[in-house]
């Protein structure tokens, strides 16, 4: 023990393996698999039609030949392992998140060092990552720890902890006038993988290109064309191309989600991490601080837009606390050196502040690792569910999903009408939408909605009883639907209805 107190290499390590090594394992083992709604679904049924075919792959969500977004490098290559290693689907997102693990905590380590410039910055920022929250706040590009025991698979992870290598890696070459070459690859890689993680990569490293307090003009000039190289590169990804991707954001009109402006999400996504900006303001950072407070004025000024309609902006928020966990792990860092000289009640307001996140980190790992059991073995597996129901239906005949019931059956293999959250490469997604929804207007008759489903190759209408759903089931739907199909079958929390 007093060598790990004594070297701040193992007790990082240490530490990180603990957190996010049980994490990853958690993730591996199969969790919350009685939720619709799940980002998990997309994926597996991403990493199904890649694993059949790595190199032509079906589209994963409709019988079309179009490609998918998801068709990235990450992806692409863990399938590609899979295929070789024969790995089914559940077993290649599984080793995903023990990629992202890694990935995200060497991220950390390399940050940590660069940022804080002492051995104990990478240990500080990944306490200040994992127990600065004091909510189980738990949504797809957070670092928290309820997001990474549901998704530390997930690309957004993964973009996590390339963007704390790039920003790393700007650092040091700033500081030491080395070669930028090595940002090309890794800029292709982020932005063929998620576009959107990467943009919010690229817009901090823009941050410490324009005020990190060392580094020629030349220097910098040399990061923004690798940065730029990189994107050029990833034009090339012959999978799908990165910049169609943004361009067609596939339904505009898309809304939903949980409310990110409602007083308790801005209140686990802020507190403690506002006590960031004190760590930032202090003077042993005040060269350094400068980054880190531009992006984070950045991402929350991106992030209040969404207030006013424009919803891609919600997802700003998470690195606006990502910024103020950096500051909030140069604020330990501050106490850990000034400790002996503070004031006893000073002393026991930050033992008490402390015993207190260790106490919700506690609470939150047990309700998940019990409660969670509980629903999940009361409501059963939305995805066995899904592949009972569908087992006799060829998967290249797709079915219609009433909203997120859409997910678990795409994961089986099946295809679907339509999905309800937005796909750029799908032409005419707007339409299948539409169409998906109007298969399960009450008011149709018969005729109406036989006709309708023909016209998409679907004559078999799914629905989760159970939810929760996105939009509310209509009233009259199931009478409707029972009186007008002619076989019905349930399995778990899905009924299927056939016209024909």
Known sequence: MRRLAGSPNLCFWAAGLLVYGLAAWYFASGHFLNQSSRDLWQHLATLRALIENPFDPANPFVATAEGSRHFHPYWVSVALLAKTVGWNEWQAIAFAGFVSATTLLAGIHAF???????????????VAMSLGWSLPVSHTGYHSLGTLIEGVAYPATLLIGLSLLLWALV??????????????????????THQLGAGIGFLAAGCFIL???????RARAAIAAAIAGGLLLAAAWPYHSPFEAIARTGNPSWSGGIDFYGPTEMFGAFVPALAGLWGLRHPRFARAAPPVLAAFAAFAGIFALGGFGLLIATRFVMPAVLMLHIGLGA????????????????????????AALLQIFALFAYTTLTAERLVARKMGSAYDAALALTRDIPDSRPVAAYDVAAWPIVATGQRVVS??????????????????????DPALNRGQRLRLARAWGATTLVLDRK?????????????????QSVRRAESGRFLRFDLE
């Open 112 to 126: 940590g060092r660069a940022f804080y410039r002492t051995p104990w910055g990478p240990l500080a920022l990944l």
């Open 211 to 217: 005020l990190w307090p060392e580094g020629s003009l």
């Open 467 to 483: 939810g929760p759903l996105r939009r509310p089931m209509p009233e009259g739907l199931l009478e409707a639907l029972e009186a």
């Open 331 to 354: 604020l330990l860092l501050v106490l850990a050196r000034d400790w002996p000289t503070l004031c006893r009640p000073a002393q026991l307001a930050l033992f008490a502040l402390a």
């Open 419 to 440: 999905v309800p959250w937005p796909e750029p490469m799908i032409d005419g997604l707007a339409a299948r939408q539409a169409a998906a929804e109007r298969l399960f």
């Open 171 to 192: 650092i040091r070459i700033l500081e030491r006038s080395a070669p930028a070459w090595p940002i090309v690859p890794l800029a292709a890689f982020m932005f063929a």
